[in-house]
């Protein structure tokens, strides 16, 4: 019996294995043999054309002595912060208001998940012709004139790419906080109302504690992705005017393919995942602060 039973384990193994296989080579052909493998060349200098040469620490030194970097970095963080704050309070709000069951509750589901869905270089092309200085829609509306050149003005392209990310990304969020409000109980709100929560009292003290493991992994979700912010640049404004709109990724992106530093951008690339790394382990960490139920 023993004998049986080892053998049916045995059969079960082996083909959980081979179903398990194909996934576990391509995990390890695509991400983990180039995860170590852009280590190593962040230990060299290498044009793509001839062979690596080894320097060490150099391409890490060199970075954190160039002024550009720090511009790069603050860049990246100010986009990442303005983008995270209003990508979880905005959807939020918009979520909270849709599971009141208003009129029109379909519509308004579809128009703000509509730009999600809709291609990079669509969303791009169209916002490129409303930030358009002579012939845009939004100076129309405002009534500048071509006073304000948006999209090519360092004071304005930045804060212009982070409203077009905020619009396309706000009907993701809103769908993952619309899905965590439906979640709640009915019969804790109902004895919400008995006890005199109601409206705002409510949302602060039932509804938001309630959803604080949705708003969690909102908060991680957004904060990587916006750290990884590239199409949207690369599309919009490639950088300029005056790496005003310079991001971490783009920045790897030229160094890699336009200076040919491979080296460079490998370096980049893994100061950015600790970035990220550091950032998500501070959001794990504190998590037993806020998020119920931790």
């Given at each position: ?12 193994l082996?083909w ?13 052909i ?32 060199e ?11 603050w ?10 704050i209003?990508g ?8 909270v ?15 703000y ?31 500048v004139?071509?006073?304000?050149t ?24 809103m769908v ?16 919400a109302e ?21 708003i969690?992994f ?21 950088g300029?005017?005056?790496n005003?709109t ?20 490998s ?6 995942f ?7 382990l501070?959001q ?11």
């Open positions: 019996m023993k004998n049986k039973i080892s053998e049916i384990s045995s059969k079960d082996f959980a294995w081979l179903f398990i296989l194909p996934a576990f080579i391509g995990t390890l695509f991400i983990i043999i180039p995860v170590f493998g852009s280590f190593g060349i962040s230990l060299t200098k290498w044009n793509l054309i001839g062979s690596p040469k080894f320097v060490g620490l150099d391409n890490y030194i970075l954190f002595q160039n002024p550009v970097f720090y511009e790069v970095l860049n990246t963080f100010y986009y990442a912060f303005i983008t995270t209003f979880i309070i905005l959807p939020l709000i918009i979520a208001a849709i599971d009141r069951k208003i009129k029109g509750t379909t519509f308004f589901k579809t128009a998940f509509l730009p999600f869905i809709t291609p990079m270089i669509v969303v791009a092309i169209v916002w490129a012709w409303i930030f358009d200085p002579n012939y845009g829609i939004l100076n129309w509306i405002l009534g004139g071509d006073k304000i948006w999209l090519y003005d360092k004071n304005f392209a930045m804060p212009a790419i982070i409203l077009v990310s905020i619009w396309k990304n706000i009907g993701y969020n993952i906080f619309l899905a965590g409000l439906q979640a709640i109980p009915e019969s804790v709100n109902e004895a008995i006890d005199g929560a109601v409206g705002v009292k409510r949302f602060f003290t039932i509804t938001l504690p309630m959803l604080s493991p949705t969690f909102v908060s991680i979700m957004t904060t990587i992705s916006s750290f990884q912010v590239f199409d949207l640049i690369y599309l919009m404004t490639e300029g005017p005056e005003s310079m991001v971490m990724v783009y920045w790897l992106y030229k160094n890699a393919f336009e200076y040919f530093k491979l080296g460079t951008a370096a980049i690339a893994y100061i950015l600790m970035i990220i790394l550091v950032l998500t501070i794990w960490v504190t998590r037993k602060r806020w998020v119920m139920n931790e």
